[in-house]
């Protein structure tokens, strides 16, 4: 038992322990806030965006952490600086990440990282999955999401890359011919939204 709780508490600090606070702001649907976050980061300073994912904490005007749910905000962003100096806004906004876990179809709210911006965005979210032969918990990666407009976000595979792709993008039959074309790859998925907002919608 005295095992199982030390676990407990190494587990509990590392992700409490490794945190940073930043000026940022909370976008609600009536108002906007300038907080103080406080976000969860990696052992060596970088944001940890799956952390982030169900809740963003940030210090109340008493002083106490107040832990914000997707549900709660349009939109949570800050200011990261690199160690070369370069500023970056990091734009956690609030979706379903519509995916299949476990044969279910997750629903849930979450802030997903914002990649890239335009009538077509492209998400990063964190998720797990466990395969029809895997046990034990599931295996989590990164996973990316476009949305056009207002619409649901969509789930691209890597697997079948071109064939969700040019289904996705059938209304730009240049896009779709450089997909096919292979053009771009999954790993270019930025540069495929920003080529349909450049040159399609």
């Known amino acids: 038992m005295l095992k199982v709780l030390l676990l407990l508490t190494i587990l509990f600090c590392s992700i409490l322990c490794h945190a940073k606070k930043f000026k940022g702001q909370v976008f609600t649907k009536t108002d906007t ?32 952490k107040y832990g914000l749910k997707p549900a709660e905000a349009k939109e949570v962003r800050f200011k990261i600086v690199s160690s070369k100096g370069k500023s970056t806004t990091i734009r956690m906004l609030s979706r379903v990440p519509r995916m299949s876990l476990n044969r279910l179809d997750v629903t849930e709210l979450a802030f997903v990282k914002l990649e890239q911006d335009g009538f077509v965005k492209v998400f990063k979210y964190w998720g797990g999955e466990r395969f029809t032969s895997q046990i034990g918990p599931p295996s989590w990666k990164q996973i990316y999401f476009y949305q056009k407009g207002n619409t649901k976000l969509k789930r691209i595979k890597e697997l079948s890359f071109k064939k969700n792709m040019s289904e996705y993008f059938n209304d730009c039959s240049s896009l779709v011919k450089k997909i096919n074309d292979l053009d771009y790859t999954y790993q270019e998925m930025r540069q495929v939204a920003t080529y349909f907002n450049t040159n399609c919608k």
Request: net charge positive; hydrophobic share 35%.
């Open 33 to 64: 806030l300038n907080v103080m976050l406080v976000i969860p980061t990696h052992g060596w300073g970088d944001p940890d965006y799956k952390q982030m994912q169900k809740k963003i904490f940030y210090l109340t005007s008493k002083g106490k």
